[in-house]
């Protein structure tokens, strides 16, 4: 008697247990279609294996509509979380440098190569000597220089002995005329020689800056390191906004993730999706005994 009311209950649960876990295996496999004489078998390949490439698209337009759509990007790489991380990293990298004695271009030689290094060295010293040798051969310098030599020299005398008897107006007088002569001659000078002047002054800079040390480039240089900080987070702010919606254009997340499933191998895919949902997967198996055993104790009472 007691048999035949446990029998209901245990056969329902067996069924429910396999029918359940058997659905779920159909899910997966057979990974391609199954034929016996020639005559297509049901139900093969699997439901996913089948709809491999619709689910692609649908995963890939999902991600790239809610997951990784600007709104939700640019809030997350703009939130306050994110930008204290940017904080600490450059932060602690300075921190870094502080205790630093390698020099500059050792520095740099761990993230490029002697020849990129020498390549940088060259046109950041050719940009720079262009620049102060246009400024050089600008007549406004030599006139400017002309001006503070000529006022030194004036107010020189007028302190000296010959200024208590009135040297200083005759050379007064005498500054207009050897002003402008002495700005001609300055002008013509610096045509002929600002290059190589230049040249010689930017050369040897940049190489006792390549040779100063990190740690003192830091500690010299602490309200420059401050402004680079912000400037850097500014950057990156301006980027996220202004060029996040353009870079994910281009990118077009939505192609990559369906392409990128399409070519992954049914059993990566599937070992991806277990490893991910495998608890989930086996509870609706229990359940499915569990129904099974519902009903079958219920069809028991009832007989």
Same mark, same amino acid.
């Given at each position: 008697?007691?048999?035949?009311?446990?029998?209901?209950?245990?056969?329902?649960?067996?069924?429910?247990?396999?029918?359940?876990?058997?659905?779920?295996?159909?899910?997966?496999?057979?990974?391609?279609?199954?034929?016996?004489?020639?005559?297509?078998?049901?139900?093969?390949?699997?439901?996913?294996?089948?709809?491999?490439?619709?689910?692609?698209?649908?995963?890939?337009?999902?991600?790239?509509?809610?997951?990784?759509?600007?709104?939700?990007?640019?809030?997350?790489?703009?939130?306050?979380?994110?930008?204290?991380?940017?904080?600490?990293?450059?932060?602690?990298?300075? %921190?870094?440098?502080?205790?630093?004695?390698?020099?500059?271009? %050792?520095?740099?030689?761990?993230?490029?190569?002697?020849?990129?290094?020498?390549?940088?060295?060259?046109?950041?010293? %050719?940009?720079?000597?262009?620049?102060?040798?246009?400024?050089?051969?600008?007549?406004?310098?030599?006139?400017?220089?002309?001006?503070?030599?000529?006022?030194?020299?004036?107010?020189?005398?007028? !302190?000296?002995?010959?200024?208590?008897?009135?040297?200083? !107006?005759?050379?007064?007088?005498?500054?207009?005329?050897?002003?402008?002569?002495? %700005?001609?001659?300055?002008?013509?000078?610096?045509?002929?020689?600002?290059?190589?002047?230049?040249?010689? $002054?930017?050369?040897?800079?940049?190489? !006792?800056?390549?040779?100063?040390?990190?740690?003192?480039?830091?500690?010299?240089?602490?309200?420059?390191?401050?402004?680079?900080?912000?400037?850097?987070?500014?950057?990156?702010?301006?980027?996220?906004?202004?060029? $996040?919606?353009?870079?994910?254009?281009?990118?077009?997340?939505?192609?990559?993730?369906?392409?990128?499933?399409?070519?992954?191998?049914?059993?990566?895919?599937?070992?991806?999706?277990?490893?991910?949902?495998?608890?989930?997967?086996?509870?609706?198996?229990?359940?499915?005994? $569990?129904?099974?055993?519902?009903?079958?104790?219920?069809?028991?009472?009832?007989?």
């Amino acid at each position: 008697m007691i048999l035949e009311y446990l029998a209901g209950p245990a056969v329902g649960g067996v069924i429910g247990y396999i029918t359940n876990d058997l659905a779920i295996r159909m899910l997966f496999k057979p990974h391609e279609a199954k034929r016996v004489c020639g005559v297509h078998v049901p139900f093969t390949p699997g439901i996913i294996p089948k709809e491999k490439n619709r689910l692609a698209s649908a995963i890939g337009k999902a991600v790239s509509e809610h997951l990784m759509n600007p709104a939700v990007l640019e809030r997350t790489l703009l939130g306050d979380e994110m930008m204290e991380k940017l904080g600490a990293a450059f932060d602690g990298f300075v %921190a870094a440098q502080r205790d630093n004695s390698e020099t500059l271009e %050792a520095f740099a030689g761990h993230y490029l190569s002697e020849r990129d290094v020498a390549a940088i060295r060259d046109n950041v010293s %050719a940009e720079v000597v262009a620049v102060m040798t246009e400024k050089l051969r600008d007549s406004s310098v030599g006139e400017a220089i002309a001006r503070m030599a000529t006022a030194h020299v004036v107010e020189k005398t007028r !302190r000296s002995v010959a200024g208590r008897i009135g040297a200083d !107006r005759l050379v007064e007088l005498l500054a207009v005329p050897v002003e402008k002569a002495l %700005a001609r001659h300055i002008g013509e000078v610096l045509q002929a020689g600002a290059p190589q002047m230049v040249e010689q $002054l930017v050369s040897s800079g940049s190489e !006792r800056l390549l040779e100063q040390p990190m740690c003192e480039l830091v500690r010299s240089h602490e309200a420059q390191v401050a402004q680079l900080r912000d400037g850097l987070l500014n950057a990156y702010r301006n980027l996220i906004e202004h060029q $996040l919606p353009h870079i994910l254009a281009a990118v077009d997340i939505s192609h990559i993730v369906e392409q990128r499933i399409c070519e992954m191998d049914m059993d990566e895919a599937e070992g991806i999706i277990l490893s991910v949902m495998h608890r989930e997967l086996r509870a609706i198996v229990w359940l499915g005994a $569990l129904l099974g055993c519902l009903m079958g104790t219920i069809t028991s009472l009832i007989h």
